[in-house]
């Protein structure tokens, strides 16, 4: 499943995206003003923002200008009842991939979110790992033969990684930037951890350490 960060000051409205958004199998998390935004962001990795603009204490423009220039590339899409071209370019500059006008077509955000998901290598197929296992993307959890495994979170998120990046090499900031939010205490032990325990998921041979870098994943 995947996790949505939701700046919205109107309680109303924002509950009605939490309904849709839900429903179509995303997990929301709503922000009503800027500072709490950044503190769920801190709290939990999201793989797409939607913020509105015009939010009480940091509005929308400048809280992605801070988490850009923090090094935080997460998809975004602004909520905007804007029309003029100033506002819209300074979101763009900002770091925001796509914006929607006010008042909110739900079949068009829905549309606007997978499309940018896909642009950022997020999966919404069921991927088929080996013979036995699948990985569902939209749930993130992993079955043999049917069966989920209920597997921790974290080894799900470091799957997802090495599905996003099958082929290529998936760095030791990668992964930290995945499993672990901006303030958390992580360790060289805890990432060799889940890389041993993806290898006996998937087979020590699928797996490759390119030494003084990172990882790749090959199956």
Known sequence: MFNILLLEDDELFASTLEDFLSEESFCVDIAYDGEQCLDLNYEKNYDLYIFDINVPKINGLDLLKQLRTAGDETPSIFLTSYKDKDTLHEGF???????????????ELI???KALLKRNKKQFEIVTLNDKLTFNPDT???FEDNID???PVKLTELLELFIEN???????EMIISKLWSTDAHYSEGSI???????KKLLGKECISNIKGIGYKIEF
Do not use: S
């Open 93 to 107: 500059l900002n770091g925001c991939d796509d914006y929607i006008k006010k008042p909110v077509d739900l079949d």
């Open 111 to 113: 549309l606007r979110i």
């Open 140 to 142: 993130k959890r992993v």
């Open 149 to 151: 495994l209920n597997l």
């Open 166 to 172: 099958r082929g290529l090499i998936v760095t030791k």
């Open 192 to 198: 060799r951890v889940y890389i041993n325990q993806l």
